[in-house]
């Protein structure tokens, strides 16, 4: 483990992962194997990097903001190792070659939605299968969220869509230095199908109308936001064997599916759908 000798900064959400048994859980997890390439973001310390170059994984990213790492960083350099310091969620993860097929990583909790999302399109299309992350609890639950749900949202059903979600086990703040003020938990993902969705524009549209007002209906949510009348998105959820008083988490993945592909015409007059594996 790496000396404690950098001060913390909490405005870029530093809360260094130093239990031994939850890194080696971690990398356990991940199931790495010699041909896997790894992308990780926040190495902090170096203390989860230096647990996966023991894998003997293929190639190793280590993304970290802080510059003021980089003497801990600096000493785990190597063949394998290539260490990118700058904002995770602005880089271009489609440069990286070999691209990444897993994401192993503690990211910082407070960019874990559009980190995801930035991760999901620039990696899915490329060949990314698996992320194994820590994340706070209740972003967890978010997202693995089933219908019915008021935990339900956009990222979520997204994920679940491209593949599964699951929790596989809950960490307590003690496990980090500084102890955050809220539980964590390691997260699996697994993509398998649908994976230009993430970029598929009305998908993202349709998701982030239905979802901008919670209290309401899906009909009255779609129709305050996008230019279709109420009566048009009954019809569609008829169809569907849906109620017209149906609200957003009320819907399974195949809902969100068929309400994505009835919309296209009506909204961008024939866009290409997504299929299962682009």
């Not at 000493?75 to 394998?80: I, N, Q, V």
């Not at 993202?204 to 239905?210: D, H, M, P, T």
């Not at 209906?217 to 008083?245: F, G, H």
């Amino acid at each position: 483990m790496a000396r404690r000798l950098h001060s913390t900064k909490s405005k870029l959400g530093q809360n260094f992962l130093v239990d031994k048994n939850i890194l080696d859980q971690i990398v356990k997890f991940a199931e790495v194997n010699q041909d896997d390439v790894i992308l990780e973001i926040g190495a902090g310390e170096g203390n989860l990097t230096r647990l996966l170059l023991e894998t003997g994984c293929s190639r190793l990213y280590a993304v970290e903001i802080d510059t003021d790492l980089k003497p801990f960083l600096k000493t785990l350099e190597g063949p394998r190792l290539e260490l990118i310091f700058g904002d995770a969620v602005k880089l271009d993860f489609t440069a990286l070659a070999p691209a990444p097929n897993k994401v192993v990583a503690n990211i910082p909790y407070h960019i874990t939605t559009p980190l995801l999302w930035h991760i999901l399109e620039d990696l899915a299309p490329k060949g990314l299968c698996r992320i194994i992350v820590m994340v706070q609890q209740e972003v967890a639950r978010r997202l693995q969220a089933q219908p019915h749900s008021k935990e339900r949202s956009p990222l979520g059903i997204t994920l679940q869509a491209m593949g599964n979600v699951r929790t596989l086990r809950s960490v307590p703040p003690t496990a980090f230095r500084p102890m955050p003020k809220v539980n964590s938990a390691i997260v699996e993902m697994n993509i398998s199908r649908w994976i230009g969705l993430a970029n598929d524009r009305l998908w993202r549209r349709v998701l982030r109308a239905s979802f901008s007002k919670r209290r309401k209906t899906l009909v009255n949510a779609l129709s305050s936001c996008l230019p279709i009348e109420k009566k048009v998105l009954e019809e569609l959820l008829k169809r569907q064997n849906l109620s017209p008083l149906v609200r957003p988490e009320d819907l399974s993945i195949e809902d969100w599916l068929y309400l994505r592909d009835k919309l296209e015409d009506l909204l961008l007059g024939g866009e290409r759908k997504p299929t299962p594996d682009n």
